[in-house]
C-alpha cells in the first residue's frame, strides 16, 4: 500500500537505536527472571565426588560377577554409608559397604547392588547379605565425578534468561552469584481525556483505563523494569514536563525506555504528536492493528515509542516493535517470540495490503491438530476479547482471505 512502511523497516530503525545494557552481579536468588550477560561457569564438578545412584551396597564387581538366585554370593557388611557422609572405608575381598543414593562412593568399590537384587534387602541389609543378582558390569549404578559438567566449563551461555532449572543449575555447580543485564527502566505512559481510573464512576464520554496496565504488565513479561505508570490527558503540558522528568541525562534513574499509548494517529488531540514532534518520526507502517507508529531516541539515551491508543493494536504494536528492543537491550540472543504454523478454525476478513495480526485462541480438543481460533471480530478496540487470546495469527499483506482449513503463522504469546 503506498506511502506505508513495512514492519521490518520500522523494526530495523528501533533495533538499531537499541543497545546492550551494562552488567551487574546479583545474589543467586535474586536471578529469576534476569537474563546472563556473562555465562556461568562451573565452580566444582557436577557431580562433585564418585556417588551412589541407588540404595544398596558398594561392592567390588570381581566378588559379585557370579551372583545368582540359585548361587548367592554372601558379603560382609562392614561400613554404613548415609548421604553426606565423609567416610571412605576399606572393602577387602567379600565386603561391601550398605550405601544411599548420593552418597560417596568406596575407592575399593566400583559396583552398587541394589537392594533389590539382594534376598533381604533393606530389611536385612547389615551383618551379611546374599547378593543374589550381579551388576551389569565394573561402574554400574555409579555418579562419575564431572560426568555431568567440569570445574570451568560453561553451564549457562550468555543471553539466558533464568528461569526455575537455570538457577537450580547455577547453584549445583557451585555459582553463588550471578553477573546479569542490568533491567530497561521503563516508563508506561497513557493519554487520554477520556481515561479514568477502573472501578470510578463515569461520566459520559469516559472510559476505564486499561492500555498502562497491559504495557506494564508486557514490559515486566519481557524482563524490564517499570519505574513509572502514568495517564495524562490530551491538553496542557502534563505530557511535556513528565517526559523531561523522567528522561533527566543527569538523573541515576533516568528511563532507558518511555512507552505512550494514543496520541499518535491523525486526530485533532495527539498529545505525543504535538508535544514530542522535534523527538519522535511518525510513520504508518502495513500493519492491521497498529497502522500508526511513532519512534525516537533522546540525546540522554531514552527510547521513546508511541503505539496507538486502541488496546489491541497497543498489544500486538508492543510485541512487534517494543518487545524487540527490550530484548536487545538485555543481551538476549533471540527476539522473536515462537511462531507455528495451524490450520485455521474458520474464515475470516484480511485487510488489503497490510499485514495482519489477529488475537487467536488455540483449540486443542483434537491433540492430532491444533486449530486457531479467532478470540475476537478482529476490532482494534476489543479488549475483552483480548482477554482470551493466547497467540496471534499472522497474515502475509499479500494474502485477501483465510480460509478455513488455511495453514496460518501464529505467534504464541503465552
Request: glycine share 10%; hydrophobic share 40%; aromatic share 4%.
Amino acid at each position: 500500500m503506498s506511502g506505508l512502511r513495512s514492519v521490518e523497516e520500522h523494526l530495523g530503525e528501533i533495533l538499531a537505536a537499541s543497545s546492550p545494557l551494562p552488567p551487574e552481579t546479583v545474589p543467586l536468588d535474586a536471578g529469576y527472571g534476569r537474563t546472563l550477560h556473562e555465562p556461568v561457569r562451573a565452580a566444582v564438578d557436577i557431580p562433585v565426588f564418585d556417588n551412589s545412584a541407588m540404595d544398596g551396597f558398594a561392592v567390588r564387581f570381581a566378588d559379585v560377577r557370579d551372583a545368582s538366585p540359585t548361587d548367592p554370593v554372601r558379603l560382609r557388611v562392614v561400613a554404613d554409608l548415609p548421604a553426606g557422609t565423609a567416610d571412605d572405608p576399606t572393602l577387602n575381598d567379600g565386603e561391601t559397604a550398605r550405601i544411599m543414593t548420593g552418597s560417596p562412593v568406596p575407592r575399593d568399590a566400583d559396583a552398587i547392588v541394589p537392594f533389590e537384587d539382594t534376598s533381604g534387602g533393606l530389611d536385612d541389609s547389615l551383618g551379611e547379605i546374599r547378593v543374589l543378582a550381579a551388576p551389569r558390569g565394573p561402574g554400574a549404578h555409579i555418579r562419575r565425578t564431572g560426568e555431568d559438567a567440569r570445574r570451568g566449563d560453561d553451564v549457562l551461555a550468555a543471553g539466558t534468561l533464568l528461569g526455575p532449572l537455570q538457577v537450580a543449575a547455577a547453584a549445583a555447580c557451585g555459582v553463588a552469584e550471578l553477573v546479569v543485564s542490568r533491567q530497561p527502566r521503563v516508563v508506561v505512559v497513557s493519554t487520554g481525556s477520556e481515561l479514568a481510573e477502573p472501578g470510578a464512576a463515569l461520566t459520559r464520554g469516559q472510559i476505564p483505563e486499561s492500555n498502562s496496565r497491559l504495557l506494564s504488565g508486557l514490559v515486566a513479561q519481557a524482563g524490564g523494569l517499570v519505574i513509572h505508570r502514568a495517564s495524562v490527558s490530551d491538553e496542557g503540558d502534563e505530557l511535556q514536563t513528565l517526559v523531561a522528568d523522567v528522561t533527566d541525562a543527569d538523573s541515576p534513574d533516568r528511563a532507558d525506555v518511555v512507552v505512550f499509548s494514543g496520541g499518535v494517529s491523525a486526530g485533532a488531540y495527539e498529545v505525543v504528536k504535538t508535544t514530542l514532534e522535534a523527538a519522535m518520526t511518525f510513520s504508518k507502517v502495513a500493519m492491521q492493528p497498529g497502522k500508526p507508529q511513532g519512534f525516537g531516541k533522546l540525546p540522554s539515551g531514552t527510547l521513546l515509542f508511541g503505539l496507538p491508543g486502541n488496546p489491541v493494536s497497543a498489544a500486538v504494536s508492543f510485541e512487534v516493535f517494543v518487545r524487540p528492543a527490550l530484548l536487545r537491550m538485555l543481551g538476549r540472543p533471540d527476539l522473536q517470540r515462537p511462531v507455528i504454523a495451524l490450520p485455521a478454525a474458520v474464515a475470516w476478513r484480511t485487510p488489503p495490503g497490510r499485514r495482519q495480526y489477529l488475537p487467536v485462541t488455540i483449540d486443542r480438543s483434537d491433540p492430532r491438530e491444533w486449530r486457531a481460533v479467532p478470540a475476537t471480530s478482529g476490532g482494534s478496540h476489543l479488549a475483552g476479547g483480548l482477554g482470551r487470546a493466547e497467540a496471534y495469527a499472522v497474515v502475509p499483506a499479500e494474502v485477501e482471505t483465510v480460509a478455513e482449513g488455511d495453514i496460518v503463522d501464529v505467534m504464541l504469546i503465552s
